[in-house]
T-cell receptor, first 117, second 114 residues
Framework: GAVVSQHPSWVICKSGTSVKIECRSLDFQATTMFWYRQFPKQSLMLMATSNEGSKATYEQGVEKDKFLINHASLTLSTLTVTSAHPEDSSFYIC?????????????FGPGTRLTVL | AQSVTQLGSHVSVSEGALVLLRCNYSSSVPPYLFWYVQYPNQGLQLLLKYTTGATLVKGINGFEAEFKKSETSFHLTKPSAHMSDAAEYFCAVSVGGGSEKLVFGKGTKLTVNP
């Protein structure tokens, strides 16, 4: 149980285009989903926290107009990187916190590798 | 503010040897502490966690960690390393006592030599 999927697993796009990444909790409902960014050989940095039905809360320094987050249902959150540039190339990982279980665990997706040319 | 320091970005051990990955934390409130493992090009998998209660926590794959408040440490150990343990390990502390936000250490890459 507690499986989180991400789609796509990798994507290559041209500079200036937008890319959407999906994060789904497959066997549980998630009230909260988190989006992280991981640069090569570095740790995960929290970008934003999204709660179903409300606006996402962004961490300091993260451009909300560039990284659009939508948490439309209890099992789906999307991250759209708008007008992507090479510096946005990174590994994006989402996590989900179950609605009904103890709140001390986040379950992570497998990540999406974005390469912007 | 919460923070995590992982001593040693790379640790190399021989198969069958003890694994010790060090983690020190800083927290203004009683911390929730986590260890995650990441295999190449994959997401994170929870190894173990400490919230309250017993300070020695046992996790999956034979790993365990001990919460030592006096030392602000949460080191990860495994008595005998296996080749499959080779991965990146991240220590994390929660913000605010729950799990609303996790602050991660920079990670320790474990190499297991045959």
């Amino acid at each position: 149980g507690a499986v989180v999927s991400q789609h796509p697993s990798w994507v290559i796009c041209k500079s200036g285009t937008s890319v959407k990444i999906e994060c789904r909790s497959l066997d549980f409902q998630a009230t909260t989903m988190f989006w992280y960014r991981q640069f090569p050989k570095q740790s995960l940095m929290l970008m934003a926290t999204s709660n179903e039905g409300s606006k996402a809360t962004y961490e300091q320094g993260v451009e909300k107009d560039k990284f659009l987050i939508n948490h439309a249902s209890l099992t789906l959150s999307t991250l759209t990187v708008t007008s992507a540039h090479p510096e946005d190339s990174s590994f994006y990982i989402c996590s989900a916190r179950p609605r009904v279980r103890r709140t001390d665990t986040q379950y992570f997706g497998p990540g999406t590798r974005l390469t912007v040319l | 503010a919460q923070s995590v320091t992982q001593l040693g970005s790379h640790v190399s051990v021989s198969e069958g040897a003890l694994v010790l990955l060090r983690c020190n934390y800083s927290s203004s409130v009683p911390p929730y502490l986590f260890w995650y493992v990441q295999y190449p090009n994959q997401g994170l998998q929870l190894l173990l966690k400490y919230t309250t209660g017993a300070t020695l926590v046992k996790g999956i794959n034979g790993f365990e960690a001990e919460f030592k408040k006096s030392e602000t440490s949460f080191h990860l150990t495994k008595p005998s390393a296996h080749m499959s343990d080779a991965a990146e390990y991240f220590c994390a502390v929660s913000v605010g006592g729950g799990s609303e936000k996790l602050v991660f250490g920079k990670g320790t890459k474990l190499t297991v030599n045959p």
